[in-house]
């Protein structure tokens, strides 16, 4: 059964930073790209980033409003993904999901995590 | 980027009755080598992860009833509920995976 267990969410201040994690199992970890999706109090999904897999460099892409802002970076080893966010605004307030598939569409979803950005 | 436009934002269906959610790209997110629509639509309700649906505009996803039904080509798309049942209460989003990744506003079924 595939798992992707998000951890790390909480209440930051603004300009802060925070990391977040991505326990996966269930699958080949280290075959598949690896997203984070993130959505905010009565809005919609917004995709936040991708890392590749190592076939293809761990090549990473990142939506436009987190772009310079957050990393995206994984562990093989540990079948974890991570998301590593700074200079945090109060817009980037959200429930973060690790998610994955076959392809750029997402066949499997953690819980979330909420990160609240407020002083 | 491309744009995803959904409409309408939220409809109110009777139980038994037919849903239409539209969904639109601002660009055509058919790849002409391969002949596939790189759209998919996801149901998400409150407190869960969004499920996956459709994908390739038009394939169900494995266990999804086939009350669910995607249509469309390049820059048009419907995700089409044949009978809706009071499980199918949620918000809907189409999303494209053509070039980098964007979902659409969301539409949200009520009863």
């Known amino acids: 059964e595939v798992q992707l267990v998000e951890s790390g969410g909480g209440l930051v201040q603004p300009g802060g930073s925070l990391k977040l994690s991505c326990a996966a199992s269930g699958f080949t970890f280290s075959g598949s790209a690896m997203h984070w999706v993130r959505q905010a109090s009565g809005k919609g999904l917004e995709w936040v980033g991708r890392?590749?897999?190592?076939?293809?460099?761990?090549?990473?892409t990142y939506g436009a409003s987190v772009k310079g802002r957050f990393a995206i970076s994984r562990d093989d080893s540990k079948n974890t993904a991570y998301l590593q966010m700074n200079s945090l605004k109060t817009e980037d307030t959200a429930v973060y999901y690790c998610?994955?598939?076959?392809?750029?569409?997402?066949?499997?979803w953690g819980q979330g995590t909420l990160v609240t950005v407020s002083s | 980027d491309i744009v995803m436009t959904q409409s309408p934002d939220s409809l109110a269906v009777s139980l038994g009755e037919r849903a239409t959610i539209n969904c639109k790209s601002s660009q055509s997110v058919l790849y002409s080598s391969n002949n596939k629509n790189y759209l998919a639509w996801y149901q998400h309700k409150p407190g869960q992860p969004p499920k996956l649906l459709i994908y390739w505009a038009s394939t169900r996803e494995s266990g999804v009833p086939d009350r669910f039904s995607g249509s469309g080509s390049g820059t048009d798309f419907t995700l089409t509920i044949s009978s809706l049942q009071a499980e199918d209460v949620a918000v809907y989003y189409c999303q494209q995976y053509y070039t980098y990744l964007t979902f659409g506003g969301g539409t949200k079924v009520e009863i």
């Open positions: 890392i590749r897999n190592k076939a293809n460099d761990y090549a990473t």
């Open positions: 998610t994955c598939g076959d392809y750029d569409f997402f066949d499997y």
